[in-house]
């Protein structure tokens, strides 16, 4: 892998490093297009104008072919939280960078980057002087790639008017959302509803385990990590009652938050150890929502010592390859088109701030030319099961499989979605807590 050019941004920095936050709940959020709601996912295709930004996916990831050629000085900055190479999050952005100086035939020097940018690696360092660093260099398109990267980038597109930004988990563009910054007309966000993919993660889970006991390993408490959380849930129990026939009470769903997205020793909570007491309270199957791999890991060295366990690692498409045998699949993200049409639209002239939501590819949700997230099966994944599974996410496809439709109650009692509702984008972006069904907290303590 081609080493990132860090040492062009270790400049001293004289800023005090400033408190990253996100929603309320201090954590990471992640990006909606307007007016469409997840459930809502029929008639996807690829490079299909619908006019439903929500659903549809990038339109055939040619943009570099179909505008006004890349100069050959045009560069992108990319402002990571975590390593690139972390198997997870980060390498998914780091690589989706890549795949934009391909398609437009840029080198990739072109592409600035620097990663581990966070309070707890890089103190001194704040997100604004990372941004106006990368101007100085010659950045035309800035991404900051992590909610926690909320105030730094807005401050830095407050401060760098004429440069097109992105925040790639966040709501400062939404209209409707409770974040929007009108005044920062240069700052978009994207992100993929990896809520369906939680959804057949959940799934997989289900018709692969033998406890029905199943356990989510959570980063921080916010939003979009409820909302995850929720989402796995609603597919699991959706395939424990309605395809193998099971009571709903009898499945066990737990969720445990090591405090970040991925390990900080002295920080966080151990994500090993959190696994190692999900294994001991007698879950066989482990779901991972953090930006890296120990869950899988973990659940490979049980497999070793004749544990029969499983887990489903989450992020990058590559991630099973770190205990393929225990591995039931993973669901990813796949930034690539988005990040290129975005950079074509600066190219030509129009980009434009908007907010970004956007679903599956369901004609090929692996086509990494046009699919906002994937799916990809593991060498864990029974073969009765994996038909099972492609019957559940033709049904999320086709919309006859609709898992926000109501009643839904959150963990209070309280109602989320009634019956005969289907919750809203809206409700679903900013989840307030938990479903009814699943142990763990929804709020830090």
């Given at each position: 892998?081609?080493?990132?050019?860090?040492?062009?941004?270790?400049?001293?920095?004289?800023?005090?490093?400033?408190?990253?936050?996100?929603?309320?709940?201090?954590?990471?959020?992640?990006?909606?297009?307007?007016?469409?709601?997840?459930?809502?996912?029929?008639?996807?295709?690829?490079?299909?104008?619908?006019?439903?930004?929500?659903?549809?996916?990038?339109?055939?990831?040619?943009?570099?072919?179909?505008?006004?050629?890349?100069?050959?000085?045009?560069?992108?900055?990319?402002?990571?939280?975590?390593?690139?190479?972390?198997?997870?999050?980060?390498?998914?952005?780091?690589?989706?960078?890549?795949?934009?100086?391909?398609?437009?035939?840029?080198?990739?020097?072109?592409?600035?980057?620097?990663?581990?940018?966070?309070?707890?690696?890089?103190?001194?360092?704040?997100?604004?002087?990372?941004?106006?660093?990368?101007?100085?260099?010659?950045?035309?398109?800035?991404?900051?790639?992590?909610?926690?990267?909320?105030?730094?980038?807005?401050?830095?597109?407050?401060?760098?008017?004429?440069?097109?930004?992105?925040?790639?988990?966040?709501?400062?563009?939404?209209?409707?959302?409770?974040?929007?910054?009108?005044?920062?007309?240069?700052?978009?966000?994207?992100?993929?509803?990896?809520?369906?993919?939680?959804?057949?993660?959940?799934?997989?889970?289900?018709?692969?385990?033998?406890?029905?006991?199943?356990?989510?390993?959570?980063?921080?408490?916010?939003?979009?990590?409820?909302?995850?959380?929720?989402?796995?849930?609603?597919?699991?129990?959706?395939?424990?009652?309605?395809?193998?026939?099971?009571?709903?009470?009898?499945?066990?769903?737990?969720?445990?938050?090591?405090?970040?997205?991925?390990?900080?020793?002295?920080?966080?909570?151990?994500?090993?150890?959190?696994?190692?007491?999900?294994?001991?309270?007698?879950?066989?199957?482990?779901?991972s929502g953090i930006d890296t791999t120990e869950a899988l890991v973990r659940a490979g060295q049980a497999s070793d010592a004749g544990e029969a366990v499983f887990a489903v690692p989450y992020d990058f498409e590559s991630a099973c390859d770190e205990a393929p045998s225990v591995c039931l699949g993973v669901?990813?993200?796949?930034?690539?088109?988005?990040?290129?049409?975005?950079?074509?639209?600066?190219?030509?002239?129009?980009?434009?701030?908007?907010?970004?939501?956007?679903?599956?590819?369901?004609?090929?949700?692996?086509?990494?030319?046009?699919?906002?997230?994937?799916?990809?099966?593991?060498?864990?994944?029974?073969?009765?099961?994996?038909?099972?599974?492609?019957?559940?996410?033709?049904?999320?496809?086709?919309?006859?499989?609709?898992?926000?439709?109501?009643?839904?109650?959150?963990?209070?009692?309280?109602?989320?979605?009634?019956?005969?509702?289907?919750?809203?984008?809206?409700?679903?972006?900013?989840?307030?807590?938990?479903?009814?069904?699943?142990?763990?907290?929804?709020?830090?303590?």
């Amino acid at each position: 892998m081609r080493v990132s050019r860090m040492w062009q941004l270790l400049i001293p920095l004289a800023l005090v490093a400033a408190a990253c936050g996100g929603d309320d709940d201090g954590g990471e959020v992640s990006d909606t297009v307007a007016d469409t709601t997840i459930a809502d996912a029929t008639d996807d295709t690829a490079g299909e104008d619908t006019g439903d930004a929500g659903d549809e996916p990038a339109d055939d990831g040619d943009a570099g072919d179909d505008g006004d050629a890349a100069p050959d000085d045009f560069q992108i900055g990319m402002i990571l939280v975590g390593p690139e190479n972390d198997t997870g999050w980060s390498q998914a952005h780091f690589e989706a960078g890549e795949y934009v100086m391909e398609q437009l035939g840029l080198p990739a020097e072109n592409l600035i980057v620097l990663d581990k940018v966070n309070t707890a690696d890089r103190p001194e360092t704040t997100v604004e002087s990372v941004v106006a660093d990368m101007i100085d260099q010659g950045a035309d398109l800035v991404f900051a790639t992590s909610d926690d990267m909320k105030d730094g980038i807005e401050l830095g597109a407050a401060n760098h008017p004429d440069v097109p930004m992105i925040w790639s988990s966040g709501d400062s563009a939404w209209v409707d959302g409770k974040g929007y910054r009108d005044d920062l007309t240069n700052l978009g966000n994207v992100m993929g509803k990896m809520e369906y993919g939680k959804m057949i993660a959940g799934c997989a889970a289900a018709l692969t385990t033998e406890t029905g006991r199943i356990s989510y390993l959570g980063p921080l408490i916010n939003d979009e990590t409820r909302r995850l959380v929720n989402s796995a849930f609603l597919g699991a129990r959706h395939c424990w009652t309605d395809v193998l026939g099971n009571d709903a009470a009898d499945l066990g769903f737990e969720v445990k938050w090591i405090g970040f997205w991925f390990n900080i020793p002295g920080f966080t909570l151990d994500p090993t150890q959190v696994t190692n007491e999900f294994l001991a309270a007698g879950s066989d199957v482990i779901i991972s929502g953090i930006d890296t791999t120990e869950a899988l890991v973990r659940a490979g060295q049980a497999s070793d010592a004749g544990e029969a366990v499983f887990a489903v690692p989450y992020d990058f498409e590559s991630a099973c390859d770190e205990a393929p045998s225990v591995c039931l699949g993973v669901p990813y993200f796949n930034w690539g088109p988005s990040y290129l049409e975005i950079a074509q639209s600066v190219i030509d002239g129009t980009y434009e701030a908007e907010w970004q939501w956007l679903g599956p590819d369901w004609a090929d949700i692996n086509n990494r030319d046009t699919s906002a997230i994937g799916w990809l099966s593991g060498d864990g994944l029974a073969a009765d099961d994996a038909t099972e599974l492609d019957a559940f996410i033709a049904g999320l496809a086709s919309g006859e499989t609709d898992l926000w439709s109501g009643p839904l109650n959150y963990q209070d009692g309280s109602v989320f979605v009634a019956d005969g509702e289907t919750a809203t984008d809206f409700q679903i972006w900013y989840t307030e807590q938990l479903l009814e069904g699943i142990e763990g907290a929804s709020a830090p303590e």
